[in-house]
């Protein structure tokens, strides 16, 4: 990820936001119609922006208050911890996640 940053820290940061897109995508939406979901980044003048694609959900992501000790419910919180901004577009036969992780 050149031009993003060389601290082991900044790297964790994006390893993490999209381990918890995939995860999302993964427990909650359709894949897309060949059966799988899309990751991408590029960096920008704002960051490093991750986007996670899969075929939707009836539902959409959002930020929930769960406890710390509760086995599921705190991808999107710790996105949002993490990310600069995020945000979600969808259509009929696609959802993609957003974040933007800024640079040192």
Do not use: C, Y
Request: charged fraction near 20%.
């Amino acid at each position: 990820m050149q031009g993003f940053g060389s601290s082991s820290e900044q790297i964790e940061d994006a390893r993490v936001v999209i381990s918890e897109l995939v995860g999302n995508s993964v427990r909650h939406a359709q894949p897309l119609p060949d059966g799988t979901i899309l990751i991408s980044w590029r960096v920008d003048s704002r960051g490093l922006q991750v986007s996670v694609t899969d075929g939707g959900s009836p539902t959409r992501a959002r930020k929930v208050n769960a406890s710390s000790a509760a086995l599921a419910g705190r991808g999107i919180a710790i996105v949002d911890s993490l990310a600069v901004l995020w945000w979600e577009e969808n259509t009929r036969s696609r959802a993609t996640v957003h974040a933007i992780l800024a640079t040192a």
